[in-house]
């Protein structure tokens, strides 16, 4: 069973940014892509975007026309998602999960979930 932790959520008023945070435990996060997926009341497991293992590969699913951006520290054991100019629509709790094999949007072939971070975004 692998576990992972995410961290950095927070309420932030529009136009605001966030850093969030995903810890391995217990595992080495560098064979491992990472996805990051949102749950909102519009969607229950939107993909937002995913990093391969080595860090040179990113795909951004959701429109976030650039606000976003994932990185990764193999050293630290962590993948982290850079969230700026959030809007309202950004509200909902972000889960970070790793696949063995490249990147894929479909919730369905992440096997091992953190219990999310809640991000709120309002005035």
């Known amino acids: 069973q692998l576990q992972v932790v995410e961290s950095g959520g927070g309420l932030v008023q529009p136009g605001g940014s966030l850093r969030l945070s995903c810890e391995a435990v217990?595992?080495?996060?560098?064979?491992?892509?990472i996805g990051w997926f949102r749950h909102s009341p519009r969607e229950e497991r939107e993909p937002v975007s995913c990093?391969?293992?080595?860090?040179?590969?990113?795909v951004y699913f959701a429109a976030l026309k650039g606000r976003f951006t994932m990185s990764r520290d193999n050293a630290k054991n962590t993948a982290y998602l850079q969230m700026n100019s959030l809007t309202p629509d950004d509200t909902g709790t972000y889960y970070c999960?790793?696949?063995?094999?490249?990147?894929?949007?479909?919730?369905?072939?992440?096997?091992?979930w953190g219990q999310g971070t809640q991000v709120s975004v309002s005035s």
């Open positions: 999960a790793p696949r063995i094999q490249f990147c894929t949007d479909s919730p369905a072939n992440y096997p091992y």
């Open positions: 217990g595992f080495t996060l560098e064979n491992y892509a």
């Open positions: 990093i391969g293992s080595s860090g040179r590969w990113i």
